[in-house]
């Protein structure tokens, strides 16, 4: 089954305690891409990557690190998470010009 | 400046009720303008993608229609399963990541 899975579903952490949210697709897709949704303010990127080794800043890339290593994974690392990155997080992966497969998204808390 | 703008935020209808969820859009060479549901909590789902204007897809009750301006998802007679948020998105820059409207919240009563 095509899917975009990410780890774990909901994570409570406290300020500055280093975190990972796991992103793994199995579609082969060169397109993976980190969304944040907040209330009123929809979905917004936070970095993508076209293909291995290469990755970009989106709309709002603060505090927020990414790699990729592998074509099938796309970690976001918060260094030092503080409460404003209290969000649901959402992962996608998509082909060029084809449509985004989205993860069942991740609920972060920060204390 | 690229940009995409979704109207009205917020939609209750009657079931049976058609209507239309806007999309306009700013964008230098459109690559692609796509519609997405999504559920409370849940990822967006894939709807329809569309090219260039006077294209339209359909699927079920829905619509999607594009001008050079704007598109429009048309929900024909509505029933209570097709509340959920809309959104709308586009690649902008050099990538073929898409950057989401805010969404129309569709809210169905039976």
């Known amino acids: 089954e095509a899917q975009v899975t990410q780890n774990p579903r909901y994570l409570i952490t406290v300020t500055g305690k280093k975190l990972t949210v796991t992103c793994s697709q199995n579609?082969?897709?060169?397109?993976m891409s980190w969304y944040r949704q907040d209330p009123g303010l929809g979905l917004r990127q936070i970095y993508y990557s076209m293909n291995v080794e290469v990755t970009d800043k989106g709309d709002v890339p603060e505090g927020y690190k990414v790699s990729r290593k592998e074509k099938r994974n796309f970690p976001l690392i918060l260094e030092s998470p503080s409460p404003n990155q209290t969000s649901l997080y959402f992962c996608?992966?998509?082909?060029?010009?084809?449509?985004?497969?989205f993860g069942q998204g991740t609920r972060l808390t920060v204390v | 400046e690229d940009q995409v703008t979704q109207s009205p935020e917020a939609l209750r209808l009657q079931e049976g009720e058609s209507s239309s969820l806007n999309c306009s859009y700013t964008?230098?060479?459109?690559?692609?303008l796509f519609w997405y549901r999504q559920d409370p909590g849940k990822g967006p789902e894939f709807l329809f993608t569309?090219?260039?204007a006077g294209e339209e897809k359909e699927k079920e009750r829905l619509k999607a229609t594009l001008t050079k301006k704007e598109s429009f998802l048309h929900i024909t007679a509505p029933k209570p399963e097709d509340s959920a948020t809309y959104l709308c998105a586009i690649p902008f820059g050099g990538s073929y990541i898409p950057t989401f409207g805010r969404g129309t919240s569709l809210i169905v009563h039976p």
């Open positions: 579609m082969n897709h060169e397109y």
């Open positions: 569309l090219y260039s």
């Open positions: 996608a992966s998509s082909l060029a010009r084809g449509e985004a497969f």
């Open positions: 964008v230098s060479g459109l690559r692609g």
